[in-house]
């Protein structure tokens, strides 16, 4: 009996592996000893001569197969089902179906199937209380959860790392930073040490809403803890302290950081280069690059686009252009964002050749936004070239590039147009393209 037992499981675990579920639950059936199909060469395929009793061996190969094509009630079915043929039921399988429980985000029954276990006499393990602790953290449950992990503190288990965290970025995602915050309290004071990550987590979630204070605060209250950073969170720190102006500190965290023995990223470097360009500092950011060569960071397209800009607002064209060049020279390609920091800057700086000279590099490469066009039109018209203002119009009018006459980009224009329908050297284009309906009369009454 049991070779041929051991034979049927097999050959049950086989059909499971192959996904013939169907065939797998004829057979489990047959071995049971029902009429299971109207089939009659089903019947004959699956024709068992002797009833043979079913092991949980067969119960947990067939439950998981179920499981895995989505056939969650009917695996719960044959579940309640073995006691009735005098089967045991095992912890795996009560862990297996609670976790699918979990994932199918149905608690309700993994709290009934949880209590069901314990009556039965099974401990619960750490992988039963997470599959549920999971549920409740994608649910954002908070008061769920700490039960939970309450109940994971009595019976010795720990939380997993990725559940609490996914709840804390959950939480900030809302805009519930506090409520992250006062749940990672309330961790410790079950006796749970969180992980960096959830605390990195909520102290993102904080300079995300702006509140930079608290983010410090959280920050310096692990430290004194006996946390150590990573790079990643002294990076969300700076990236606090540049959205709100606070260069200086992003700064002093930045010194932090490497006098702690941390090595700054790229990441690190283009945010502080960023926090500086915007707060009009422009040799502070061009210290921080010198700095980021120093310490063998190489810059990436991000760095020199930031830069660049950063370089034209502050009235630095030619610098501008020398460091683009410098950014092709060492292998690093400019992106579309990089062209359009570099043809507005110029367009900024009024210089209209410069600014034609990158227009056509950038449209070799890729298609010139509406933007790009709407600058170039107004440069060329301030610059007194109505010629080659036209000329870009009629390219983006070719390429479908014209915008919607009532949006905000249509009004620079429509200005622009009307300028144009009044010189002498370009009217007569104008109401040509108006007279093929290629511009809206709107624009040009």
Known sequence: MEARILLYNSILNGLVRSKSVDKAYYLLCAMMGDNYTD?????????????????????????????????????????????????????????????????????????????????????????????????????????????MVREMRVHGHDPWIKNYTFLVKQLCKQKRSAEACNFLAEMVQEGFVPD?????????????????????????????????PDVVAYNTLINGFCKVKRISEAHDVLDEMV????????????????????????????????RMVGMEREPNVITYTTLIDGLCNAGKPDDAIHLWNEMKGKGCSPNRISFIALIHGLCKCGLPDSVLLYFRKMAKTEMPDTIIYVALVNLFISNEKPTLAFEILKEMVDN???????????????????????DANTSSNIKNLIAEGRIPAIVCP
């Open 39 to 147: 089939d009659v060469q089903v019947d004959k395929f699956f024709m068992v001569k002797e009833m043979v009793r079913l092991d949980t061996t067969s119960f947990s190969i067939f439950i998981d197969g179920l499981c895995n094509t989505g056939k969650l009630d009917l695996a719960l079915s044959l579940f309640g089902d073995m006691v009735q043929i005098g089967c045991k039921q095992n912890i795996c399988l009560y862990n297996n179906l609670i976790d699918r429980l979990s994932n199918s985000d149905r608690l309700e029954e993994c709290y009934l199937l949880l209590k069901e276990m314990k009556r039965s006499g099974f401990r619960p393990t750490p992988f039963t209380h997470n599959s549920i602790f999971g549920c409740l953290c994608r649910r954002v449950d908070v008061a769920g959860a700490l039960d």
């Open 196 to 228: 960096i990550v959830a605390y990195s987590a909520a102290i993102d979630g904080f300079v995300k809403i702006k509140a930079v204070n608290q983010a410090l605060e959280m920050f310096r209250d692990i430290c004194g803890r006996g946390y150590c």
């Open 259 to 290: 006098a702690k023995g941390l090595v700054p990223s790229v990441v690190t470097y283009n945010l502080l280069i960023d926090g500086w360009c915007k707060h009009g500092d422009i040799d502070q950011a061009l210290n921080c690059l010198s």
């Open 400 to 422: 479908e590039k014209f915008p919607n006459p009532l949006d905000k980009k249509g009004l620079p224009l429509r200005e622009a147009i009307l300028e144009l329908a009044e």
